[in-house]
């Protein structure tokens, strides 16, 4: 008996968890990272600190897919993920404010909060994009991919605009109410999504019944993952492009805000601005890629390069924009980075979910955990080694023009290694061509 299969109204409610997971995201990664250094004067190494925790706290998405695999249903997983997310948020915004007047205090209670968010992102995000996957039909699967992103960034775009305004005037009491607002219609808005979205615990047709107890233990799981060429190649290659992304994810609002004098709700909005330019770049892969297209428009490979390269691009001029200054079309290549990193982002997605399934049986969880796991070191080491070199380049050229200068400058390399990186990931998400099985398994579940 196979799993129930979603149409396109199922697809777009799965979205809606994305949507809320964007929305508070935004909040913590963006706006508080930005209040922190600028508003409460604090070194920009201590939000990259925090957020490098959440992000370590990630490593155990193999283990929270895993945790999914054996039972068998993602939905509660999903369910917990968004709470502890919003309860994180929530804490961290007043772990904020209270850094203010007890900065200890404050800071403790934040290596918390972040470390909630980390947990809560990675058990939802890991179970649903297993339960899209295992529950799309293959030749839905890809414009799935960029519709549930789409939403994400559809969140973190009217998060941030509405926010801004919400934000001002600026007090940490109103950061504090925005914050939980945010967090709590985010959580009512993702259980709503998913209430009878997923039938019983069932393998889907052709796969072979895997009871729980015949579960091989975690680390012999995890191992036959790594054994599979795709999913290995894959890893790498999330690793690299996730690094380069990230480095710049938690210094573009101090940026912004430092060198070219944005308020608070200013920065934000621009961050939605940034997060707009992604969805358009997504759109348009989806657009150029589609069946409607019939390859006229590039492939999927040819966009992922295309993407980190133009990524690279765009970073070298928000690195000479800081030398310029106020002269320089700050939103407009802020917008033009967004449409960059959605163009790479989406190809990177969709192969991510034709992916998924090829390998042994009963592995998916462990499967998107992996790549969970390696876009969170990317992002964690990323956000840490972007702000540390921010400190670092202040103090070495006791400029912060030209810190930020070499810092974008460094992730527009990465961005350019990931292009190459790129073309090496073989597989049928990515060139069109079958996969060849894992040693020693047969591919499962793909198109």
Known sequence: MSARRLGWFGILRLGLVQTALGAIVVLTTSTLNRVMVVELMLPATLPGILVALHYAVQVLRPRLGYGSDVGGRRTPWIIGGMLALALGAVTAAAATALMSTHAGLGIALAVVAFMVIGGGVGAAGTSLLVLLAKQVDSDRRGPAATIVWMMMIAGFVVTATIAGHLLEPFSLLRLVAVSAG??????????????????????????????????????????????????????????????????????????????????????????????AG??????????????????????????????????????????????????????????????????????????????????????????????????????????????????????????????????????????????????????KAVTGQPLAPARGYSPVGGD
């Open 182 to 275: 945010v967090a709590g219609a985010a959580f009512l808005l993702s259980l709503v999504a998913v209430v009878g979205i997923e039938g019983p615990a069932q393998p889907q047709a052709g796969e072979a019944e895997t009871p729980a107890a015949e579960m091989p233990p975690f680390r012999e799981a995890i191992r036959q993952v790594w054994a599979e060429s795709s999913a290995r190649r894959f890893a790498v290659f999330v690793f690299v492009s996730m690094l380069a992304y990230s480095g710049q994810d938690l210094i573009l609002e101090p940026f912004a805000g430092t060198v070219f004098g944005l308020t608070p709700g200013e920065s934000t909005r621009l961050s939605g601005v940034q997060h």
């Open 278 to 427: 992604v969805f358009i770049g997504m759109l348009l892969v989806a657009a150029a890629c589609g069946r409607a297209a019939r390859g006229r428009f590039g492939s999927l490979m040819g966009w992922t390069v295309g993407g980190c390269i133009a990524s690279g691009a765009v970073l070298l001029a928000l690195s000479l924009a800081g030398l310029v200054g106020h002269g320089w079309p700050l939103r407009a290549t802020v917008f033009t980075l967004g449409v960059a990193n959605g163009a790479f982002a989406v190809a990177a997605i969709g192969s991510m979910m034709a992916l998924v399934n090829n390998g042994r049986a009963a592995r998916e969880g462990v499967r998107m955990g992996l790549w969970g796991a390696a876009q969170a070191i990317a992002f964690g080491l990323g956000g840490l080694l972007g702000t540390l070199a921010v400190d670092l380049m202040r103090w070495a050229f006791a400029a912060p023009t030209s810190a930020y200068a070499v810092v974008f400058a460094g992730e527009a390399m990465l961005f350019f290694l990931a292009a190459v990186l790129a073309l090496r990931v073989k597989g």
